[in-house]
């Protein structure tokens, strides 16, 4: 329970540090979230903040440092047209399908600056989790958001996708940047 927590007081977003490997946090299995309290939506809200200054696509709780089963993700679906990013918060998520098909693709993460690498992963994966209020919810994503999704997840049980990685390349800011988009 957030008993400290001040009801009225102006809601104040805060950009948060990001964990860097090799910090053993990266490596812990992450606990269950169990209250969907203030403390939880103050927690959500920084974390949109962080992915939005770093700037990345997706966010677990070990990267900035709190071992709970929690993933914030923004993405915009660029093979549609007009697409407008979209926001997804998966709290204990599960994937609880996966397509036999994979994909190749380049991977980078913010807790591993100046690298990427290549990546397979399902090409869909369908997660069962609760949304930000503790109501349960079910998704199936495909190609870019399947992989996010992979990633993310994986955070949350230590795995780094430089584990997953069948190779691993330097590229500067600028290179990075555009792998991003
Ligand atoms: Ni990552």
Known sequence: MALDYKIGSE???????????????????????????????????DMFETLRAAPGVGLAAPQI???????VVEYADEEKEDAKPKTYVLVNPEIIKTSEETVMGSEGCLSVPGLAGDVERHEMVTVKAKNRYGQPMKITARGWLARI??????????????????????LSDEELAELKD
């Open 149 to 170: 999704f992979q990633h993310e997840i994986d955070h949350l049980d230590g795995i780094l996708y430089i584990d997953r990685a069948k190779n691993i390349y330097e």
């Open 11 to 45: 809601k104040q977003v805060a950009v948060l540090n990001i964990v860097k490997f090799p910090d053993p946090m990266l490596r812990l299995k992450a606990k269950p979230v169990q209250t969907f309290d203030k403390s939880l939506q103050k927690l959500i809200d």
């Open 65 to 71: 440092g709190q071992s709970l089963r929690l993933v």
